[in-house]
Each structure stands twice: as structure tokens, then as C-alpha cells.
């Protein structure tokens, strides 16, 4: 019973310590997966409204 | 099936996207040009540095697409070609940017001292890991 509680605790302990690593870090953060869209430098993007049909 | 007006707003639509890409080679120059490759990872778009009107450069990459990646940037790399990480990691390189985003058209200021004759190529380099993702060797246009 006693051997029981001891592993539970310290795995408390450990899913606490991770969470906190990671919330410190956020290595996910890091990492590049973007869709990005830039007009030409100076342009203005085509857009459907700018065709003068109302 | 399609009315007039559908017709008509399809028409002008293509006929603006047109207009636009003219519009946009009418005041820049291409400087130097390439096609985006694999090297350690997959990659493909277009590389192209252009001249602005008012004299600045930029690289634009169009229709770009690489692996996603931690802390990726945007390098210039003083080689004829960067297929594997080695090659990259041995030569001089330029550091332009962090990438934007490893899809899409995007845009990078390239400083005026930069030797374009010199680094003629654009990696995508993995600094966490020092991995070059993939790399477009430019040809300078005359």
C-alpha cells in the first residue's frame, strides 16, 4: 500500500515537472508550419473587388 | 449555366490577375533566378531577386513549399549548389531571414552588399539542427 502511493506521488511529481518543462520551453513553438501569402514588394494583392464589378 | 454577369466578373477577374503580375515586372528587374530542390529534406518554388524600382533587393520565393521544420532561415550560400547539408554547412553563407513560413509566396530584403555572382544559392537552413532542407542554386540574369 505504502509502495503504491510512493509511485503514485512520484509520478505526480514527474507529469508536474514535465508539464512545467514543457510550458518553460514550448518547443512546439519552434517549429515552422505556416501558409504565408506576400503581394509582390510594393504591389497591392489581386483581389475580385478591385475588378470594378459592383 | 453561367449568366453574363458571372461571365463577365470570371473575365475581369483573369484579366486583373494579369494586369497585376504585369504590373508587378514593370517597375523591378530580375537579377537572378532558380528552382527550389530537394536536398535533406523536400523543397520546390521559385527563387527570384529582383531589383525594386527605388534600387532595393528582395528574394521572392513563389509557389514555395518545404518540410516543416524548427528555427528555419533563409540563407544565401557562397556555392554553384547545395544538394546534401555539407555543402552547406562548409561554405560562407549570408543570413537573410527567419523563414516565414515553409509555404507560400514570401518575400526577403537582400542587402545591397551582397555579392550575388558570389552566392549564388538560397538554402533553406535548419539551424536548430544544422540541416540544409532544400536549396535553389540561382542563374544571374544578364
Known amino acids: ?54 | 449555366m453561367f449568366s453574363r454577369l458571372t461571365f463577365a466578373t470570371l473575365a475581369l477577374f483573369i484579366a486583373g490577375l494579369f494586369g497585376a503580375t504585369q504590373a508587378q515586372e514593370k517597375g523591378s528587374k530580375v537579377l537572378a533566378k532558380g528552382e527550389f530542390h530537394n536536398a535533406d529534406k523536400a523543397g520546390k518554388g521559385t527563387a527570384t531577386v529582383y531589383q525594386l524600382a527605388d534600387g532595393k533587393r528582395v528574394l521572392r520565393l513563389s509557389n514555395f513549399a518545404t518540410d516543416n521544420g524548427p528555427d528555419l532561415h533563409v540563407r544565401l550560400i557562397a556555392a554553384d549548389d547545395a544538394r546534401d547539408t555539407a555543402s552547406v554547412a562548409k561554405a560562407q553563407f549570408v543570413e537573410l531571414a527567419k523563414l516565414k513560413g515553409n509555404k507560400g509566396n514570401q518575400n526577403y530584403d537582400v542587402s545591397k552588399d551582397v555579392d550575388l555572382s558570389k552566392y549564388k544559392v538560397v538554402s533553406i537552413w535548419c539551424n536548430r539542427f544544422s540541416v540544409n532542407f532544400a536549396a535553389a542554386p540561382l542563374k544571374v540574369a544578364k
Not at chain 1, 512520484?10 to 512545467?20: D, E, I, R, Y
Not at chain 1, 515552422?32 to 475580385?48: A, L, Y
Request: aromatic share 12%; charged share 20%.
Open chain 1, 1 to 54: 500500500m505504502i509502495r503504491r502511493t510512493i509511485y503514485a506521488v512520484l509520478l505526480a511529481v514527474f507529469l508536474l515537472g514535465a508539464g512545467t518543462v514543457w510550458y518553460l520551453f514550448r518547443p512546439e513553438k519552434a517549429f515552422i508550419d505556416d501558409v504565408v501569402d506576400e503581394p509582390f514588394p510594393g504591389e497591392v494583392s489581386p483581389s475580385p473587388a478591385s475588378t470594378g464589378v459592383e
